[in-house]
C-alpha cells in the first residue's frame, strides 16, 4: 500500500504562485508512475499532471501547460506541483495519485492509490 498526503494548498490571488507537495510512505515510491487531479465544485474530477517512475516523463492537461510544473524527489518520497500565473479557474481541491502504470494516471482510471486533497482557492 501507498499512503499519499498532500500540503501546500491555501488562497492565492490571481497571477501568484503556489507550490504543493505529495508526501508518501508505505510501498516503495520510487517504482510508482504519480500524478496531480483537481476536483472544482460541481465538476468531475479533472487530470492535472503525471511524472513518471524516474521522473524522466511528464505529461500535462492543456489548461496547465506552461504554467504548471510537476517534479519529484525519490529520495524524499515526496512529488511537487509547482504552480505559477495562476487564475481564478484553476479554483478546486488538488489530489495526488500513484500507480505503477504511468498511463492509469494520464487516463485518471482504475488509479491505485489517491490522497486526501489540499483546497487550493485563486481570487480574482
Known amino acids: 500500500q501507498v499512503q499519499l498526503v498532500e500540503s501546500g494548498g491555501g488562497l492565492v490571488q490571481a497571477g501568484g504562485s503556489l507550490r504543493l507537495s505529495c508526501a508518501a510512505s508505505?510501498?516503495?515510491?520510487?517504482?510508482?508512475?504519480m500524478g496531480w487531479f483537481r476536483q472544482a465544485p460541481g465538476k468531475e474530477r479533472e487530470f492535472v499532471a503525471a511524472i513518471s517512475w524516474s521522473g524522466s516523463s511528464t505529461y500535462y492537461a492543456d489548461s496547465v501547460k506552461g504554467r504548471f510544473t510537476i517534479s519529484r524527489d525519490n529520495a524524499k518520497n515526496t512529488m511537487y506541483l509547482q504552480m505559477n500565473s495562476l487564475k481564478p479557474e484553476d479554483t478546486a481541491v488538488y489530489s495526488c495519485?500513484?500507480?505503477?502504470?504511468?498511463?492509469?494516471?494520464?487516463?485518471?482510471?482504475?488509479?491505485?492509490?489517491w490522497g486526501q486533497g489540499t483546497q487550493v482557492t485563486v481570487s480574482s
Open positions: 495519485a500513484a500507480d505503477s502504470l504511468f498511463r492509469a494516471i494520464v487516463a485518471g482510471t482504475s488509479v491505485d492509490h
Open positions: 508505505g510501498r516503495t515510491f520510487s517504482n510508482c508512475a
